[in-house]
């Protein structure tokens, strides 16, 4: 049997099953922890509390698995699926095997075809996929940055905290894909004093993968900023559970307010930044103005393309979203600090050297008191 030939009949047709396996092990995990927590309700012993709380955490979450599992997986395991068929509709759903021709003119099985005719066929989805990932590298900090600046201001004493906080948050919900595309047509999405002529000539000399997403930056900026309304409620959030005694003890000592942000606010908030940065990537990756689902969704509805095609062209985008969401992750998850050796043998040093002098004053207590 060839590659391709086990591919079709015994690896492909698994995955559909893949969502009803995740949801039985979900189901078999909440079973065995209800199971050991009466088991020792019943033998008067005490359950726990990790053991609680996860039977806890699971009964909470198990709506969510069902749902996820039925409603979302299963598409997306049919997506994969399609994507090394070709998926005809004329009388119900039919999977056709990909055949291509091999060296000798014989037909073989090919579950790469769609994925091959994607660079074949769409000559500019390599470049469009670079530009993504180049304006995405550029948007990310950007709105980072924004949303913790506006935060910031937000969380200090003003007045109207309440209604600034509602004119920020007010894009997201009026910012849908009609109104943004209608805004965009408009010229509202670009600063006025900005001129594009004037970056694009400073841009010439750029490779056309980098210029056309900084570019695009500053002719979409006031967009990328309206993207920030739910990052700064999140930082907010993340403000207002830093302890103030904190700032209290920093101002004590003498610390400004540079120095405090740095060394308090900003590392109290990396998980937050991290949530944040992860939220990002995903809202610009799905965005109605992000030009490579245009590109899906056209393929989706082409007559020489259709639905097995447009599957593969998602594939291929999921992967680099997917790259990219991991390189955010490495990049802005929290890094534990680890001691050198030295270091831990002063520590070790002092420690040994406290513990000296503690027996000497006991040893002179008691030598006083005889």
Same mark, same amino acid.
């Given at each position: 049997m060839s590659m391709g030939n086990f591919l079709y009949e015994k690896v492909l047709p698994l995955l559909e099953y893949v969502p009803y396996a995740l949801l039985i092990g979900v189901c078999v995990a909440l079973l065995i922890t209800l199971i050991? %927590?009466?088991? #020792? $309700?019943? &033998?008067?012993? @005490?359950? =726990? #509390?990790?053991? #609680?709380?996860?039977?806890?955490?699971?009964?909470?979450?198990? *709506?969510?698995?069902?749902?996820?599992?039925?409603?979302?997986? /299963?598409?997306? =395991?049919?997506?994969?699926?399609? /994507?090394?068929? +070709?998926?005809? !509709?004329?009388?119900? !759903? &039919?999977?056709? @095997?990909? $055949? =291509?021709?091999? %060296? +000798?003119?014989?037909?073989?099985? %090919? @579950?790469? =075809?769609?994925?091959? /005719?994607?660079?074949?066929?769409? !000559?500019?989805? *390599?470049? $469009?996929? %670079?530009?993504?990932a180049v304006s995405l590298i550029l948007q990310l900090p950007v709105i980072i940055a924004f949303s913790l600046i506006i935060a910031l201001m937000l969380n200090g004493r003003i007045r109207g905290r309440g209604f600034f906080r509602t004119i920020f948050f007010l894009p997201v919900i009026i910012a849908t894909g009609p109104v943004m595309s209608q805004l965009t047509a408009q010229g509202v999405s670009s600063v006025p004093m900005v001129s594009q002529n004037v970056i694009t000539s400073v841009l010439t000399g750029l490779p056309e993968f980098i210029a056309t997403p900084i570019s695009d930056l500053f002719s979409q900026l006031i967009l990328i900023l309206w993207n920030s309304g739910i990052q700064i409620l999140i930082f907010l959030a993340g403000l207002q559970k830093v302890p103030t005694a904190m700032y209290e003890a920093a101002k004590i000592d003498g610390a400004s307010a540079w120095e405090t942000f740095w060394k308090i606010t900003l590392p109290s908030l990396r998980s937050m930044i991290l949530l944040n940065s992860i939220y990002t990537v995903v809202t610009l990756a799905t965005n109605s103005t992000n030009p490579i689902i245009d590109l899906i969704y056209n393929a989706t509805y082409a007559v020489t393309k259709g639905y097995s095609y447009a599957a593969a062209m998602t594939w291929m985008y999921t992967v680099v979203v997917a790259i990219l969401l991991l390189i955010t992750f490495l990049i802005v998850r929290e890094k534990k600090e680890k001691k050198s050796n030295d270091v831990w043998r002063r520590d070790v040093e002092a420690n040994k050297r406290g513990m000296q002098s503690k027996k000497v004053q006991k040893m002179l207590e008691r030598g006083k008191a005889a």
């Open positions: 050991y %927590a009466l088991v #020792r $309700t019943a &033998q008067k012993k @005490p359950v =726990a #509390r990790g053991v #609680r709380e996860s039977l806890w955490g699971y009964f909470f979450i198990f *709506p969510w698995v069902v749902g996820i599992c039925i409603f979302f997986l /299963s598409g997306v =395991a049919n997506s994969l699926l399609y /994507s090394f068929y +070709n998926l005809k !509709l004329d009388n119900g !759903l &039919q999977l056709i @095997p990909l $055949t =291509a021709e091999d %060296a +000798n003119g014989a037909q073989v099985y %090919a @579950p790469l =075809a769609n994925y091959i /005719s994607v660079f074949n066929k769409e !000559l500019n989805y *390599p470049l $469009t996929l %670079a530009n993504f």
